[in-house]
């Protein structure tokens, strides 16, 4: 019984709360965005909201501080406790406040974001919970109810203890004021707290917030006492009819949300949003979408958005939108229709047509009950419209004269389902409606409106109708195509239906007919169409360059003030008059209804230049124009984590509001680990379909698509230093500035360039070792030659000395001759070995001098191309033809006509075949040839075999002694 009263006393004082005009105010519920504990991942109560330099929230949490990207959510418990009271951003730091325990967070040289504690325990001990951190000038105040702590510098300069507890404490107007629960408020000056002038009226009060109204004034509100007015000497109350609703709410905290506009969160009623003057603006509780009534804190980030810190959760209310909302905690189904009537509001949806008069429309604390179903018109509500003083309601049951809480079907049992209404141009008495069949007339007699009839000669469904100027009804039917209408002279028939195919459209799927400047334009989804004067269809292009996608509304709605509504699928777009007869088109305002509208029954209803209303899917929304609104807010987008495979803790890049944001190291990897992940996000808070593109240097050639991807992935990168770059866009088409992160990829082992320089080393060695070893054997051979010949003469000089016969010494002398003939021969062969041998040494004294270019070169790929070129023309010299024709013209002195006897008689023996007859002849090993042609020995036994066959020779045949005969 007792709760029961309770609730009458509150609502009689709420009653009477002084409410903003409707002209000024939003008329529904602003968007709400709500996190559970299971998404931001910590406890449930969430004492202090702030916002980094980077954009960035913070939340001071029981489970630790909480931080949120606009994406991703993440807990930072390295302070060891677990309960965090407070939380404020200084610069590029975090400072919290938790139990006996002060300090802040920042990230070091590696982007690591680490928590350094300014608590030494000679210094300050036995704090409690610290519940607030101020930036004050140079200092840092930490307060705690047993003591303001004032830091400079990292370094504690002075502890003020509490007269008896310090319950809070506020930074306003540059005056640091604390609320002692004894002495009341008084003031920080120096190093010491001071009373100040009725600061003792309130204490025991527990103040819970202060908010500047000017210079001089200072807005206190109190948990249950309500709110009041210190102009720095006395105190008075602030105006008794919403202090009797901050009273029984229990105020918590405060903050002032614009120049005109204060929060409060409260224990009992979520958030209440009042005026500098004290009249209620909203209020926002659990059952309208806040989930919880108890709002531990309230901050108001840089977009404007308001975050609330509540007992179980966090939620971020869209204040700064022009769009509010008639939906969920209503309860009205989905909108199509909306009309105000004799200071009533209506509202048809798919359940009924509702009702709620301008006072209850009007109030901030307006209930679900306020809004009445309009007796017997349960169902699905088509339209609404006013003529003769009479409210018409268009329903799929007929037409209903509405009558204050009332509808009358006014229509038989033969009529079922009506669109929409038109009155008969020229004749004030007659109302034509387009129905599910056809067309029914009205006649207004003695001021009611009474069905007539069904016109005869047209029965197609007619939702969308208008007048042409010479008399003639146009009716768009969505799948048939367009009909022109003549009728008779009382309306009773039509007389001419002229119907135009959708293939008249240029291909159009869809057709609605409208009428704007004086002039009938069909609207279809390949484009405007209109009527020209003989009657044929033609493009309508005066709007043209404001559809340069090509993509078309659904239907075109002028408003009384000459506007055009773009009514698309889902989303909507106005062009608005100007005094020079010009359109400027709309866009940002309406963003918050994208995806919202009715599919094929987009709706709008301008009820002045201030408000407009939208049928949506879960009801309605309000739109209240504010030209001063910017929807242009720049925002920051941030590398939230970038890894290579070797890494076991992410690396963190921020963008600041510093224009010169440095980026503190360049992170390496070895090319083995060469799998690297990046993941970033925008801080902008008041848009959940951000869009990324992304360059990386070396890889991409330009930037990519813009895509809702939140991470990019990269394998198998070459060695080098690659910059990659991420910026973000918005639906307003705000993107932020390009966010470029550093790192390099390291060569693997040999491409190292220390592993260049060792091969090069090894190049030159082998070079040596086989230049050596070459010359050696040719001075070997060149000895052997000679005590070879040497021995040979001395033997035939014994053998001439010991022949005494004079009759022998003609043939001493003719042997003496052949030997000096074969001794020539010798001599040309050493010739030939010593022009090849220059040769060779020609070629290694011209590797030896690449080899040491090469050596010089820096770049690896200009040293691989020359070590490359040098293979080849030592392959190239190996098989050089000219060593062949020098060594053939040696051989033909030698050995006479040998090769030409072996070509007269085997004339099918090629190149290779003579060559390896040659050195057959001169008694070489396979592995000697082998190493002359420059071929494998196993290829030598083939080759041997295959000229076994050219010669005919049979398999007991020795091939060397037949060469040797020839």
Known sequence: MRNYLLFWFVLICLSSISIVDVYAQKLGIPEIEYFNRRQYGAATQNWKISQSESDLMYFANNDGLVEYDGSQWLSHREMGTGVVRSVKCIGERIYIGTHNDFGYFEYDSLHQFSYSSLVSTDEVKDLGDVWTVHEWGDLVVIHTEAALVLLKDDKVIKTIPSISRFTTCFLVNEMLLVDDEQEGLMEVRGKDVYPISGGDFFAEKNVTSIISLSNRELLISTMNDGCFVWDLNQVKPWREDVNQLLKKANVFCGARYNDDLLLFGTIQNGLIVVDNNGHLVMAIDKD????????????????????????????????NSNVSFLTGYYNLGTGYVQERYRNDWYFGTNQALFKI????????????????????????????????????????????????????????????????????????????????????????????????????????????????????????????????????????????????????????????????????????????FTVGADGDIEPYEALDHFFSTRVFPSTIQEDQYKNLWLLYTDFVEVLRYLEDGTYKKITLPFIPLERKLVTSFESVFVYDRENVFFGIEDGFAHYVMKDYYNFRIPFKVHLRSFTGRSDSVPYVFHQTSNDDNPQLEVPSYTFRNNLFEFEYAAAFYGDKEMEYSTHMSSVDEKYSEWSRAASRQFTKLREGTYDFTVKARNRYGVQSKPLVFSFEVLPPWHRHMYAKIAYLVLILLIAGVVSYTFNRRIEVSKQKEKLKARKHFQEKEEQLTNDALRAEKEVIKMRNDKLRSEMKFKEQELAGLTVHIIQKNDLLSELQSQLKRIKRIKSPDESDRKIDNLVRKIGKDIDNESNWQMFESQFEKVHLTFLNRLVEEHNDLNDRDKKLCAYIRM??????????????????????????QKLGLLQGDDLSKYIGEI
């Open 357 to 528: 008069d301008d006072e209850g429309f009007n109030n901030p604390l307006k209930d679900r009950d306020d809004f009445t179903r309009v007796k017997g018109t349960d169902g699905q509500v088509w339209s609404l419209f006013q003529a003769g003083g009479q409210l018409l309601c268009g329903h799929n049951n007929g037409v209903y004269a509405v009558d204050g809480d009332e509808g009358k079907l006014i229509t038989p049992s033969s009529v079922n389902g009506v669109w929409n209404f038109l009155p008969v141009v020229g004749e004030e008495n007659f109302l034509i409606s387009g129905t599910y069949n056809g067309l029914i007339l009205f006649e207004n007699i003695n001021g009611k409106w009474v069905f007539k009839q069904h016109i005869d000669g047209f029965n197609e469904s007619s939702r969308f109708m208008q007048w042409d100027e010479q008399g003639r009804l146009w009716v768009s039917h969505g799948y048939k195509g367009i009909f022109c209408l003549d009728f008779s002279q009382d309306y009773s028939r039509v007389d001419q239906v002229h119907t135009y195919a959708m293939s008249d459209f240029s291909g159009s799927s869809s057709l609605t007919v409208s009428k704007f400047h004086k002039r009938m334009v069909i609207v279809g989804s390949a484009g405007l």
């Open 288 to 319: 309208k979408g806040l989930v919880n009534n108890t709002v531990l804190s309230v901050f108001v980030d840089k977009e404007g958005g308001v975050w609330c810190g509540l007992d179980n959760g966090i939620a971020r209310v869209s204040l």
């Open 923 to 948: 008694g070489m090993a396979s592995k000697e040839i082998a190493s002359l042609m420059n071929i494998s020995t196993r290829s030598v036994e083939n080759n041997r075999y295959k000229l076994r």
